[in-house]
């Protein structure tokens, strides 16, 4: 059995980590790690985005989390490496509740 330590340095960036462009109708999500940082670049097709970097790794090998914290506002990626073609896009606000919820497709 791993520790927690151990855990968080398995899945920190590995080659499985989503590297590419998720979208709906509605919203694009691009993930990228470059100069030892994960970035989010999050836009809505009306035209407000934001550029997130320094994610937090957490959860398992098969169900991978990450999260950018933007003043008390969340942004949590999950991805399962068997499934890459897809991640679940969270917001979170300040007070703990799930503001956006959507499951993005990767660009081909």
Do not use: C
């Not at 968080?8 to 940082?37: A, G, H, Q, R, Y």
């Not at 896009?89 to 799930?98: A, E, L, P, S």
């Amino acid at each position: 059995m791993h520790n927690l330590d151990t855990i968080l340095k398995i899945l920190t960036f590995n080659t499985s980590d989503p590297n590419n462009t998720f979208s709906d109708k509605e919203w694009t999500v691009i993930l990228k790690f470059t100069n030892n940082s994960y970035h989010y670049h999050g836009m809505h097709t009306k035209g407000s985005s934001i550029n997130l970097s320094g994610a937090v790794a957490s959860g398992t090998h098969e169900r991978q989390v990450y999260t950018w914290n933007n003043n008390g506002t969340k942004y949590q990626v999950t991805y399962r490496p068997n499934d890459p073609n897809y991640i679940r896009v969270q917001v979170i606000d300040n007070k703990g509740k799930i503001i956006l919820n959507r499951l993005l497709q990767a660009i081909p």
